[in-house]
């Protein structure tokens, strides 16, 4: 409205008193229909809340890019979000490579049907139609771009903290010639509703852990450090009153 937004956490209602938003933390929360999600009563809500911002994050720039059957893909970054990409590029008949910062979960990645795991750019042979960055921390902009094929896109969705700026340098953007890369933030609601009809209809879920709220700072540390797998999900119900 008027060019303003409102997001569901961490943000302060300029329609209402500037009350703060909650998101998934609010005891309730009242939205216009035209904000909701229809979610079936028999769906898995512990696959589906990840969904709702994994799966769409990831979703959207994968469909922006027109990803097809056939086409190459890479998936930098293999947490929560490297996952999801990986799931629906392969489910749109892609065929996808994954780069992560070890090997840790090349087995995880092999299994889910990725055809190989790179720990670095260099000497990569391979070049995509489509690239999809996850990556949290300061990286390369341009060693992952310089890997597009002509015409080939690359969409950025993993932001490193304030303090790390990132920069692509443009002398070599402009030699590398005919790639593009643009930034995606996750989606709009027809396009989360389309998103969330596709995974429900083909199972694809993220890969979660349930955790009580006695094991939030548990898993903020293992967040940090690098030590979860991919998405934790707390159980409210274990939430005393």
């Known amino acids: 409205e008027n060019g303003k937004c ?4 961490d943000c302060h209602d300029c329609f209402h008193d500037n009350e703060p938003t909650y998101g998934g933390y609010s ?59 990986l799931k629906y590029a392969i489910k749109m008949g892609a065929e996808v490579s994954v780069f992560a910062r070890n090997k840790n979960k090349e087995k995880e990645a092999l299994e889910l049907g990725a055809k190989a795991l790179y720990t670095d750019t260099k000497g990569v042979s391979e070049r995509f139609d489509f690239i999809i960055s996850t990556i949290p921390t300061a990286y390369d902009v341009n060693a992952y771009a310089e890997l597009l094929k002509f015409g080939g896109e690359m969409a950025i969705v993993g932001l490193p903290p304030a303090d790390e700026k990132l920069n ?70 274990s939430l005393k009153e």
């Open 168 to 237: 692509i340098d443009l002398t070599r953007l402009v030699f590398a010639a005919g790639k593009k890369v643009y930034g995606s933030l996750i989606g709009g609601m027809k396009e989360t509703q389309e998103m969330l009809d596709f995974s429900l209809k083909h199972r694809i879920y993220p890969e979660t852990e349930v955790i009580s709220v006695e094991q939030i700072n548990e898993a903020y540390e293992n967040l940090t450090s690098g030590k979860a797998k991919f998405r934790y999900v707390i159980d409210m119900k």
């Open 27 to 85: 005891n309730n929360i009242v939205v216009s229909e035209k904000f909701a999600v229809n979610v079936p009563q028999d769906a898995p809500l512990e696959k589906v809340a990840p969904l709702l911002c994994a799966g769409i994050t990831t979703y959207s720039p994968i469909k922006f890019s027109n990803v097809k059957a056939g086409d190459k893909v890479a998936v930098a970054g293999f947490g929560g979000l490297g996952v999801m990409a």
């Open 6 to 9: 409102v997001f569901t956490y």
